[in-house]
């Protein structure tokens, strides 16, 4: 006996509802020599998806999860591709370029921070990798990047895109979606995220054991005498630092002795310049200050009176003077009792001794910010350990001297084919600074040492990310961590402070794995995460026919445990799928939609016909709203001053033109009012804002507006007319309903 109605109905509903949400969810097997996994191939198409929606998205899957090949199948498609990364990245999306045979440039970001924006030619697809170091917009780098993306989609590669504050996410994302990026609220920023997590039951990625705390059996108490340093004086262009000096002082001491010792030499070496310059009459700048060299205890300037006339004289001098006095006697004390207490870097050393011989076997990456932390501590295990290597941005060293940062990876990671080197160059341990914390795959590590605890979450993330990656060997990866003293500690608050970022990136992003030790993971994943749950959920309705789906909407309705329904509306090329629960108003909210996608799995039931005619009405006017706010959220308050000031130019313009020139500049101007009604990226919004600070308005400027408007996304603007595609009621389960659709069911084979 076939299905009843309402069962085919529903399933005819479920299956429309995949088909729309994974029609493009075919992305390629293969791209090059490189074949892509279910999750990357699947990244590709929603990808892909979004380009064309709103001209850019942020892939932020978790660390390992192969971010580069899925950004090069996307670029496949794009004749002209320009990468931005940091310089380090260059070698590794080199060869990933010739494994998967993409052609693309390369474009450092230290290079654009200098140079700015200058290319040849203009790239179609921008692909930024490491994008969280774009998340401050008034940085050369900023601006330099923002510009390559004017005319082109964009794709933002970053498993920890926000590292402080909610607005980093927005700035990156503010790349291609501009104005709207500031006015968005979490849930429809999330529609531009792809991210999926290390844990997802179809990866096999190692897990993460930890983080341990490693407590130092040295109990060394400097708080009082960190707190007691009179402030510095600032440079004449440098802002009140006292407070910021002392923070840094204590993170330094959270770090090693050693770190504290530079660091306290440098703020002396400094003090000793100003003084210096204070005596001769002048207040000096920052610059000025650099100009000075300093080894160990010895300050020397040449020429101090070449410099000194390009400084300013202060007021108060002598006040000034007596000040900074104070403060380099105080380093001096401090100095001197930092000789005669007990150094803790001999008990980290032997702490991370520790740690590599309950793990025999394994590479051990040892991660601090500081580059006397790496150095002192490496020096020290040199002598305890064999195949040990200190890596700094200056370069790398072993027990023989020093190497270059390539031979250091080659003895530490895989060659490219394959082959191992030799036991006796094998480097076991690699202690490092932050520089290999991004983009690279050290996939041969299996424990993973943070010797101290950045103020930036993101970056704990990012290095445990490089040991736990797809086709790593192992299947753990050990994390250990080491303390800070703990009076440092109390006045820092840097595990308080990390929990805090923490909590904001997993309830915005999402986050793969407890990365502060003694942190309780979050509860819940964040919409970008449910997202790609929810996709991978409806794989399973896929494979049901619904051809015969010539009808729309395909409405079906299904028992379930609380009253609602779940609709997908078409919006020229974008999906909106909304629900609502008990009564409440439609949302896009990812774990409202989740939560009426899960109760779908119900028995069908015969939808009621004033049930439905009600939820349609719910959907246009919920849609009526939404569309308005998203056309008022096209720019900031800013931008609309700018839009404002650029609309009566272009009035002052036409009214002012000749007769003959005017049916050339109103084709231009309606262009240009469609350019001003629409949303633009950070680099266009830039372009509006520079031609409404021109001196001169003319048809070559109002050329210039209207040509913004030929790059555009397509699926940018807010269709007038929504489709309704699928509308599946949710009914409670009640005694009553069961009894109707029984009564319904047994009429129905009747008929039959």
């Keep these: 006996m076939s299905d009843s109605p309402d069962v085919t109905t529903l399933a005819r509903a479920r299956a429309l509802l995949a088909h729309e949400l994974l029609e493009a969810e075919t992305g390629p097997a293969m791209i090059g020599e490189v074949t892509l996994h279910p999750h990357q191939r699947r990244a590709v198409a929603r990808v892909r998806a979004l380009l064309h929606i709103a001209g850019g998205a942020l892939l932020a899957d978790s660390t390992g999860l192969g971010k580069t090949y899925v950004a090069l199948a996307v670029a496949s498609r794009f004749e002209h591709v320009l990468i931005v990364a940091p310089a380090s990245l260059t070698d590794s999306w080199r060869r990933a370029m010739s494994r998967t045979c993409v052609n693309a440039q390369f474009a450092s970001v230290e290079r654009l921070s200098r140079a700015g924006a200058a290319s040849a030619e203009r790239p179609e697809l921008v692909v930024i990798d490491e994008a969280h170091n774009l998340r401050n917009p008034r940085t050369r780098r900023y601006a330099a990047v923002a510009g390559l993306c004017e005319e082109a989609d964009v794709l933002l590669l970053s498993a920890t895109p926000l590292h402080n504050r909610r607005d980093d996410l927005v700035a990156q994302l503010a790349l291609f979606l501009g104005d709207t990026a500031l006015a968005a609220s979490d849930d ?111 300050v020397q300037l040449a020429l101090p009176e070449l410099l000194t006339p390009l400084g300013k004289a202060p007021e108060g001098g002598s006040s000034m003077l007596e000040a900074v006095s104070a403060h380099a006697d105080a380093l001096r004390v401090l100095l001197a009792r930092l000789r005669d207490v007990p150094d803790p870097d001999p008990a980290r050393a032997n702490a991370i001794v520790d740690i590599c011989r309950a793990h025999p076997t394994a590479r051990v990456l040892a991660f601090s910010q500081y580059a006397e932390t790496v150095r002192t501590l490496s ?59 991004e983009g690279l795959d050290l996939q041969r590590a299996s424990v993973v040492i943070h010797l101290d605890l950045p103020w930036n979450p993101a970056r704990l993330e990012q290095r445990v990310g490089r040991a736990r990656r797809l086709g790593a060997a192992h299947d753990f990866v050990s994390v250990y961590a080491l303390t800070p003293p703990a009076s440092s500690e109390r006045m820092l608050r840097v595990v308080d402070r990390l929990r805090a970022k923490l909590g904001l990136a997993g309830r915005l992003v999402g986050l793969d794995c407890t990365v502060v ?235 039959e």
């Design 188 to 298: 429809e920023l999330a529609r531009f995220i792809v991210r999926r997590r290390a844990d997802d039951a179809s990866l096999r990625l190692p897990m993460v054991r930890g983080p341990h705390w490693i407590r130092l059996p040295v109990d060394e108490d400097l708080l009082d005498d960190l707190l007691a340093l009179p402030p510095p004086v600032a440079g004449a262009d440098e802002g009140t630092a006292g407070a910021l000096v002392t923070y840094s002082l204590l993170r330094q001491w959270s770090s090693s002795r050693a770190a504290l010792v530079a660091a306290v030499r440098r703020r002396l070496a400094k003090a000793i310049a100003m003084i210096d310059f204070l005596e001769a009459g002048r207040w000096p700048s920052r610059d000025q200050l650099a100009a000075w060299s300093h080894a160990e205890t010895a």
């Design 379 to 437: 020096r020290l295990l040199m002598t305890r350990l064999g195949g040990v290597a200190a890596l700094t941005a200056h370069g790398g060293r072993v027990a023989g001297g020093r190497i270059s940062r390539r031979e250091v990876l080659a003895q530490f990671v895989p060659t490219e084919n394959g082959a191992d080197v030799r036991a006796a160059d094998r480097i076991r341990l690699l202690t490092t600074t932050d520089v290999l914390s």
């Design 517 to 751: 030790p003694e942190m309780t993971a979050t509860s819940g994943l964040a919409p970008p995460e449910l997202t790609s749950e929810m996709l991978a959920f409806l794989e399973s309705w896929r494979g049901d026919s619904h051809e015969n789906a010539h009808e729309l909407p395909a409405c079906a309705g299904v028992a379930a445990s609380n009253d609602g329904f779940l609709a997908l509306l078409a919006v020229g090329p974008e999906r909106l799928l909304i629900a609502a629960v008990d009564g409440a108003r439609p949302s896009l909210d990812a774990m409202v939609v989740s939560r009426a996608l899960a109760m779908c799995r119900g028995s069908p039931i015969v939808p009621c016909t004033r049930a439905v005619a009600e939820a349609r009405m719910a959907v246009q006017a919920w849609y009526g709203e939404w569309s308005a706010r998203r056309r008022l959220a096209v720019t900031s308050a800013r931008g609309a001053r700018v839009r404002l000031l650029i609309a009566g130019r272009i009035s002052s313009l036409l009214a002012a033109a000749p007769r003959h020139e005017r049916a050339l500049l109103i084709r231009l101007t309606s262009q240009a009012q469609h350019v001003l009604r629409s949303p633009l990226g950070a680099g266009a919004e830039r372009t509006l804002l520079a031609l409404s600070r021109a001196t001169e308005i003319n048809a070559e400027w109002l050329e210039r507006l209207a040509a913004l408007s030929q790059y555009r996304s397509p699926g940018r603007s807010v269709a007038a007319a929504p489709e309704l595609l699928v509308l599946i009621l949710l009914r409670h389960s009640s005694a009553e309903r069961t009894r109707e659709r029984v009564t319904a069911a047994a009429a129905w084979r009747a008929d």
